[in-house]
C-alpha cells in the first residue's frame, strides 16, 4: 500500500471532528437540521485550518444516503465516494490549476443537467480567488438562478478578492486559526496511533512553526518521520526546523538583563552557526517577551500558556527583572525589527542590533525614585543615588517614563532643586492604565506640557512616526478624554514636530553634578527652554 500523508489519512470525516471551528460545523449542522440550507456557501481563513475538510463533511451530509442529515453515515457509498474524492456529483475545483477555468465553463453546462445518482449536485470551487473575470462572470450567472439541485461551496484564503457581487450571494463562513494548545493535543493523538516516540519539545516546536495550521503541523510532523524515523528528539526537531532553541532566547532575555551585550553577540553568532533562521528567532523572542507581559498582568495564571515547563520556568525567573513599560518598549521595538527583518539582506546583524538597543531600553532607570531622592530636598548627592535598574529580586513599579517636562516648561535644573512635570507625567500614567497603546505612543514624546487650558505634545523629527499615530481622529479623542480626567475639561491638544534646540546659558547645567547624573543614565540630550530665567 502507497504511503499517505498524515494530514490526509487523519482528514476529520465528521462534523465533530473538525478542530477549532464549533461555530462554523454547529451552524451547519442547524442549517441541514432545520432544512434551511444556503445554495452557496464561502468558507474563508487561512491555509489548513480545515475549509476544504469542512466542504467535504457537508457535501456528504446533504448527499448521504441517510440524509440531508447534520450526521453523515460514513459508509454508503455516497460517503464513501466523496471522502475519496471520487463522487460522481461532487465536483472539487482547484481554481488555482488551469484547468480551473476550464472546469467552470464545464461547470455552466454542467448545472443544467440533474444530477447523476444523488440529491444534490455540489461543486466545491478551492482557491477561489484565483479566478479569473470570465470565470467569476459564469459563476455569478449561475448564482443569480441557482437550479434546486445545485450548491455551490467556495474556498478561499483570500476573502479580499472575491467579488462583491459573489460575496453578497454566499452564505459565508470564516475559519479561525485553530489554537495552539488544541493542534498539539491533535499531534499528540497523531504520534501514538503511528507509533511514533516524539519529544514534547519537538511536537511544541512542530505547532508553533505551524501558525495555527493543523495540516501545517501535520505535514511537519511527516517531515520529521520521514528524516529521523520513529523517534524525535529535541535536536531532530532543532535541526529540521530551524527553531531558536528556548534556551537560546531565554539566554538572550538573560543577557539583557545582564546588560551583557557581549553575550547577546555571541548568542547570535551561534544561533547562526546553528542554522536558526533570524525571523524565526525573532518571533520566538517576542513571543517569550509577549509572555514575561502576560505573566506580569496576570500574577503568573499559568493558564494563559502552552509552555513547557522549562519555558514556564524561565518566565517566572525573568518577568520579576523587568517591569511592564520595559516589556512594552521592547516589544514595539522587536514588533518593529521582524518586519524589517524581510527585506533585510543582513537579518541576523539587524536583530542582533535589536537586541543590543533593548539594553539601552532596559538600563532607564526608575524615573521616581531618582525625582523622589531629589525632591527630598537635595540633601543627598547624586553618586549616592542608586537607581533600581532592571536587574531586582521583586517586581520593580510598574512605570519608568523616560521623557517629562514640567508643566509648561521643559525640565528646569538649578542648584539644588529640580522641579519635575506633574502633567506628563500623570497624563503616561493614565494612559498607561487606561490606553496602553496610547500610552506606547506617548511615551516618545519629548516633551508634554500643559498650559493655560492647551495640551502641548512634542515629537523629536526622528520619532515623527509616534506623532502621526496620535494624530488620527480617534487617538485625538482617546488624549482628550484622557486629558479632560486630569485638568477637568476637554483642552486643546497641539500634537507637533519640533527638534528643541540647546539655548546658550550663562552657566553652562552640563557642569552640574546632578545633571551629570541624568546624563550618564538616560541615553538622552539635555534640553534647556530658553524662556527660563537662570536662578
Ligand atoms: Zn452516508
Known amino acids: 500500500m502507497s504511503y499517505q500523508v498524515l494530514a490526509r489519512k487523519w482528514r476529520p470525516q465528521k462534523f465533530e471532528d473538525v478542530l477549532g471551528q464549533e461555530l462554523v460545523t454547529r451552524t451547519l449542522q442547524n442549517a441541514i437540521r432545520s432544512g434551511r440550507v444556503a445554495h452557496a456557501f464561502l468558507f474563508s481563513g487561512v491555509r489548513g485550518v480545515g475549509k476544504t475538510t469542512t466542504a467535504r463533511i457537508l457535501a456528504k451530509a446533504l448527499n448521504c444516503e441517510k440524509g440531508p442529515t447534520p450526521e453523515p453515515c460514513g459508509v454508503c457509498v455516497s460517503c464513501n465516494e466523496i471522502a475519496a474524492g471520487n463522487s460522481i456529483d461532487v465536483l472539487e475545483i482547484d481554481a488555482a490549476s488551469n484547468r480551473g477555468i476550464d472546469n467552470i465553463r464545464e461547470l455552466r453546462e454542467n448545472v443544467r443537467y440533474l444530477t447523476a445518482r444523488d440529491r444534490f449536485k455540489i461543486f466545491i470551487i478551492d482557491e477561489a480567488h484565483m479566478l479569473s473575470n470570465d470565470a467569476f462572470n459564469a459563476l455569478l450567472k449561475t448564482l443569480e438562478e441557482p ?8 474556498a478561499t484564503t483570500e476573502h479580499h478578492k472575491i467579488p462583491p457581487t459573489i460575496t453578497s450571494r454566499c452564505q459565508q463562513f470564516d475559519f479561525k486559526a485553530i489554537p495552539f494548545s488544541l493542534i498539539l493535543s491533535r499531534l499528540q493523538s497523531i504520534a501514538i496511533e503511528e507509533g511514533v516516540e ?28 520521514a528524516f ?10 532543532r535541526a529540521l526546523l530551524g527553531v531558536a532553541d528556548e534556551t537560546l532566547v531565554v539566554g538572550l532575555l538573560d543577557a539583557v538583563i545582564n546588560k551583557d551585550r557581549k553575550k547577546i553577540v555571541e548568542l547570535m553568532e551561534q544561533a547562526q552557526d546553528g542554522g536558526i533562521d533570524a525571523q524565526n528567532l525573532c518571533r520566538r523572542v517576542i513571543a517569550h517577551i509577549r509572555n514575561l507581559l502576560v505573566f506580569r498582568a496576570t500574577a503568573g495564571e499559568e493558564k494563559l500558556f502552552h509552555l513547557s ?13 523587568f517591569s511592564e513599560v520595559d516589556l512594552i518598549r521592547f516589544y514595539d521595538l522587536l514588533n518593529r525589527t521582524e518586519n524589517e527583518l524581510r527585506w533585510n539582506s543582513h537579518p541576523f546583524i539587524h536583530l542582533e542590533m535589536a537586541l543590543v538597543k533593548t539594553v539601552e531600553l532596559a538600563r532607564l532607570p526608575e524615573l521616581e ?8 530636598g537635595g540633601e543627598s548627592d547624586a553618586s549616592r543615588i542608586t537607581p533600581a535598574r532592571a536587574v531586582t529580586s521583586s517586581p520593580p513599579p510598574s512605570r519608568k517614563i523616560p521623557v517629562n517636562a514640567p508643566e509648561s516648561k521643559s525640565a528646569v535644573v538649578s542648584d539644588d532643586v529640580v522641579r519635575l512635570p506633574p502633567f ?13 497603546p496610547l500610552f506606547s505612543n ?5 516633551n508634554i506640557s500643559c498650559w493655560d487650558g492647551k495640551v502641548k505634545i512634542v515629537f523629536s523629527s526622528s520619532d515623527k512616526i509616534y506623532h502621526s499615530l496620535l494624530s488620527g481622529a480617534d487617538a485625538r479623542q482617546q488624549l482628550g478624554n484622557l486629558c479632560a480626567k486630569i485638568v477637568g475639561t476637554l483642552p486643546e491638544i497641539e500634537i507637533v ?8 546659558s550663562k552657566r553652562n547645567p552640563v557642569d552640574d553634578p546632578k545633571v551629570k547624573f541624568f546624563v550618564e543614565e538616560f541615553p538622552g540630550k539635555i534640553v534647556v527652554d530658553p524662556n527660563i530665567e537662570d536662578p
Do not use: N, W
Not at 147 to 154: A, Q, T, Y
Open 309 to 321: 515547563d522549562f519555558e514556564k520556568e524561565q518566565t517566572a525567573r525573568q518577568s520579576s527583572h
Open 442 to 446: 506617548l511615551q516618545h514624546a519629548q
Open 424 to 436: 506628563s507625567e500623570r497624563l503616561l500614567e493614565l494612559a498607561q492604565k487606561e490606553a496602553l
Open 228 to 237: 529521523c524515523g520513529k523517534r524525535i528528539s529535541d535536536a531532530d526537531a
Open 147 to 154: 437550479p434546486p439541485h445545485v450548491k455551490f461551496i467556495l
Open 369 to 376: 525614585k531618582i525625582i523622589d531622592e531629589f525632591r527630598k
Open 497 to 504: 514636530v519640533q527638534d528643541i534646540s540647546v539655548a546658550p
Open 198 to 225: 516524539v519529544s514534547d519539545y519537538a511536537l511544541r516546536s512542530m505547532v508553533s512553526t505551524a501558525q495555527g495550521s493543523m495540516r501545517d503541523a501535520q505535514s511537519l510532523l511527516d517531515q520529521t518521520i
